[in-house]
């Protein structure tokens, strides 16, 4: 009996260290739990920066996060226009996806409305340089009302394409609300 356990033992012993993994170490960064993630309500987005000089660490902390949101927010954009292409066919609505898109894009590559920084921290490392940890949060219902806003204020957009991004802004808002 002996002769089988202390083999079997072994083998045992074996296999438990040669499955753990060598990863390393878990790191607990400022704004990473679930608080900090976009949902039904928000977009979310965090940035860390790390220079030798607090304000650049900042502006490429700010910068990763402002970059996050937007690419979010563009995605989100571009799902609506979709959903709404297949729920309502025409030429017009054609005209009206591009439109909206392309009021997106000056959106995001210009201003991003109601956006809200939630956080910020910042850390002297041992190494003499700043790491800066910022969070960022937009209301996706003020979104789109900023959005429909934007395409009520443009002058270039015929009423017709105009009338159908604010019905696209408008349905969207009561989706949130729901």
Known sequence: MKLFSIPFLALLVVISTSCSSNLGTKVNEPFSGKSYLSNARYFK???????????????????????????????????????????????????????????????????IADLRQTGSKKFLQDDGKYAVYVAYEIKK??????LKKIAKLNPQVSPLVRSQIINMCDEELLRLED
């Open 141 to 146: 219902a003020a979104m789109f009302r900023f």
């Open 45 to 111: 987005a965090t940035g860390k920066g790390v220079s030798h000089n607090e304000n650049v660490a900042t502006s490429k902390a700010t910068m990763e996060s402002h970059k996050a949101l937007a690419q979010m927010v563009s995605t989100s954009i571009q799902v609506v226009a979709d959903n709404y292409l297949e729920e309502t066919q025409g030429e017009h609505v054609d005209m009206a996806v591009d439109v909206f898109k392309s009021l997106t894009r000056q959106i995001t590559n210009t201003t």
